[in-house]
């Protein structure tokens, strides 16, 4: 079968399935998958990742599965990171992939030996495009 490309393709719809299940906790179910991810549901269907986004840009249901996949890694990543059930660098890598940052801040210390305290500390979340 060709794809709209003319690559060869596997792809079936049935895939669309397979990754709402995958990403609505199926990825569970799965030995050594901690958490949903796109290399993950590639290894599921025994493709690569490269397939699996060639798929994506092909059809337009396949693209919309493949975003509640990475949706579904960032909610499960935030909401482990806070609970301390993943730890600290691999989250923070994780939620960096979804455009989330952190921001430090420096105490500066004048001459006299205070120090300007920070007013507020804010956790930055990415910014969304509006989706038509």
Not at 38 to 47: D, E, N, P, S, Y
Request: with cysteine.
């Amino acid at each position: 079968m060709n794809d709209m490309a003319g690559r060869n393709t596997l792809y079936d719809p049935e895939f669309v399935t397979k990754g709402i299940e995958y990403a609505d906790g199926g990825w569970k179910e799965c030995e050594g998958h901690n958490i949903p991810s796109v290399a993950g549901f590639a290894r599921i269907l025994k493709v690569t990742r490269p397939t699996i986004y060639n798929w994506a840009d092909d059809y337009p249901e396949f693209f919309d599965t493949l975003e509640f996949i990475k949706a579904e890694q960032e909610f499960v990543a935030l909401n482990k990171g806070i609970i301390g059930e993943y730890v600290v660098p691999i989250t923070k890598l994780v939620l960096h992939n979804h455009g989330y940052s952190d921001k430090a801040q420096t105490d500066v210390i004048s001459s006299d030996g205070s120090v300007a305290m920070p007013k507020a500390i804010r956790l930055v979340a990415p910014e969304f495009e509006d989706a038509e």
